[in-house]
């Protein structure tokens, strides 16, 4: 049986920022001058939590639109987006992974 979308953006967006030189803090989205961009954009090189979900969803979905709205409600109904912005800028890349993790697992 395959997984639900929101477990597959979820289990992207981990792989997408697994690598802390890949993920930021503070925008959604930076390319290789650290300058603030969108996080579907092919020129950046980190991202942020909610910027890596919302990566992945447009690679799934191909919509603009689609990606944010998955991306937003990706770890729903265990977190939501204003938590993982808080968690990704104040409690670090380590703590995203785990809850990343978190919601992978429960499914």
């Not at 995203?96 to 992978?104: A, K, N």
Request: charged share 20%; glycine share 8%.
């Amino acid at each position: 049986m395959s997984k639900p979308l929101k477990v597959q953006v979820v289990e992207r967006a981990c792989k997408l920022i697994a690598d802390e030189q890949r993920w930021c803090h503070g925008s959604l989205a930076q390319d290789g001058n650290g300058s603030e961009i969108s996080s579907t954009s092919a020129s950046a090189v980190k991202r942020c939590a909610l910027g890596a979900l919302i990566a992945t969803a447009y690679d799934l979905t191909r919509g603009f639109d689609d990606a944010h709205e998955l991306g937003h409600m990706a770890l729903r109904p265990h977190y939501g987006a204003m938590t993982l912005v808080y968690v990704n800028d104040a409690k670090g890349h380590a703590v995203v992974l785990s809850l990343f993790e978190e919601v992978i697992a429960v499914g």
